[in-house]
């Protein structure tokens, strides 16, 4: 008769009500937290995809305006020891770079790694190993 019913409406559901699309949860005090726009569809692009050939490269076109890159990548095998994934950062993207970034891990199937090249035109070429990646864009 007694059975307790947890409320369902705004506030209680354990996380701040109002918020917004496309808003995360942030730090706010502790064991409070509050809605925030820090990372938002507007503020980001991201890539997603998959590699099915160790030989083949992948090419990710440079996203307009963007000048930095998170680029991780989940093999489908991994060496014994070593993290299931790889993530680098890369900064100083442009449609116009002086220079190539090139970035490598050999933690991957078959001691081959994630590689990447960013070339000088700012697309991003991912190869050696088979699994899937993921590219945020941002500024």
């Known amino acids: 008769a007694n ?3 947890h409320p369902t409406t705004a506030g209680n559901k ?3 009500s109002g918020g917004a699309a496309n808003q995360i949860l942030t730090y706010s005090a502790s064991g409070t937290a509050a809605w925030s ?3 938002n569809a507007a503020a980001v692009d991201v890539v ?3 590699r099915a050939d160790i030989s083949n490269t992948t ?3 440079y996203k307009a305006g963007r000048t930095k890159a998170l680029l991780m990548g989940y093999p489908s095998k991994v060496r014994t020891g070593y993290l299931p994934y790889y993530i680098a950062l890369a900064t100083g ?3 116009s770079m002086a220079a190539e970034i090139r970035g490598n891990s050999t933690q991957f199937e078959e001691y081959r790694g994630f590689s990447y090249t960013i070339r000088a035109n700012g697309n991003i070429e991912i190869n050696g190993y088979v699994g899937s990646y993921c590219i945020i864009w941002f500024n």
């Open 3 to 5: 059975k307790y019913t």
């Open 59 to 61: 090419t990710v076109p």
């Open 37 to 39: 726009g820090i990372c």
């Open 93 to 95: 993207i442009s449609s």
């Open 14 to 16: 354990h996380i701040p």
């Open 48 to 50: 997603t995809g998959s």
